[in-house]
């Protein structure tokens, strides 16, 4: 399979392509020791449920903290992670830490908890993927109701490989989502033929949602169709109190956003919540009184 997101972060590689293949090699290098040096970590972006007006769910968002260059992001590590075939064991690394910080919140807070985590397409296509989501729920004690897996809508999605795969997990009792929704592929078919719960609108469309009538109808398109196919509407990069109006009022489920709170190490996750669904009481407080 080809990576997704390869083209927008090239140039995250200055110089030659030559100085590029040779920076590719050792930054890949020490993605093998990452895992093993406890180089990476988990951020959690609080996801905000419109109707129930809680903090009921939160996005699993990898970390690299090298030990030279300092914080990488996701999309400057992943995409090389998925090529070199390194994704299955951080992937397995990010399940497993997610699953676990989860089972820790939910005692300390006495709160149910949903985490939404990411796969890459090739973790899904491995054998015996679900019975390691299985065995990852038993081991850790997380409900399996209380985990989310988000697939990245791509053109490289096969039909015939994702359907049974997604079906095996959804058998688990876990949701599915599809991420990035609207932006990575050509047909959107698949969504009758695929078991998913969630679509998440891709930021893309939100970000000029309330001056580009042009996002403004697709975001309405999607809200609707989802309506229509009996799925739930994650919005995504949520960033001002006029979106987060504009999402209440057109009935989306769930947003996710730094208007409501960036994606955060687990202590403070820990340390903050209270704080940000007092905010976010204070929002809906205030919509509701212009419904
Ligand atoms: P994603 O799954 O679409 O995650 C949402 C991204 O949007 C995150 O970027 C998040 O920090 C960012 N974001 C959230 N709210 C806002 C906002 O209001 N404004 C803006 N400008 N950005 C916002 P991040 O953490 O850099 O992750 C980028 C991508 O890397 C993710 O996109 C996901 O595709 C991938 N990724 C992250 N963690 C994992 C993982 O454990 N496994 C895999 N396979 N991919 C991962
Ligand atoms: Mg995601
Ligand atoms: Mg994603
Ligand atoms: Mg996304």
């Keep these: 399979y080809e990576a997704t ?11 030659s392509m ?33 109707q129930q007006g809680a903090i009921s769910s939160a996005e699993a968002l990898v970390r690299w903290r090298h030990p030279k260059r300092g914080l990488i992001a996701p999309l400057d590590f992943i995409p090389l992670a998925e090529e070199s075939g390194l994704i299955v064991p951080i992937g397995k690394w990010v399940l497993e830490t997610a699953c676990t910080e989860t089972v820790r919140w939910q005692k300390k807070h006495r709160k149910p908890m949903r985490v939404a985590v990411n796969l890459s397409i090739g973790q899904l296509y491995e054998k015996d993927f679900s019975r390691f989501v299985k065995q990852t729920l038993e081991k850790t004690g997380l409900a399996p109701a209380h985990l989310q897996l988000e697939i990245t809508e791509s053109m490289t999605m ?8 997604l079906q095996e997990l959804k058998a ?3 949701t599915i989502a599809v991420d990035d929704f609207g932006t990575g592929y050509s047909s959107i078919s698949y969504l009758k033929d695929f078991p998913i719960d969630y679509l998440k609108i891709d930021r893309s469309f939100i970000r000029n949602i309330l001056d580009n009538p042009d996002d403004e109808a697709l975001v309405k398109m999607i809200l609707s169709m989802a309506k229509h196919l009996k799925l739930k509407v994650v919005a995504e990069g949520i960033e001002t109190p006029e979106q987060l109006d504009y999402l209440f009022h057109n009935d989306c489920e769930k ?37």
């Excluded at 990452?34 to 996801?47: K, R």
């Excluded at 940000?276 to 419904?291: C, G, S, V």
């Design 5 to 15: 997101k390869k083209e927008e972060r090239v140039s995250f590689y200055t110089g």
């Design 18 to 50: 030559q100085e590029e293949r040779a920076a590719r090699l050792v930054l890949e290098h020490d993605l093998k020791k990452a895992i093993e040096q406890g180089e990476l970590f988990i951020e959690y972006q609080p996801q905000l449920d419109l």
């Design 158 to 165: 096969n039909t015939k490989l994702i359907v049974p795969a």
């Design 172 to 174: 688990l009792g876990v």
């Design 255 to 291: 947003i996710q956003g730094y208007f409501i709170s960036r994606p955060l190490p687990y202590e403070a996750l820990e340390a903050d919540y209270q704080a940000i669904q007092q905010f976010a009481d204070e929002q809906l407080n205030r919509l509701k009184m212009t419904k």
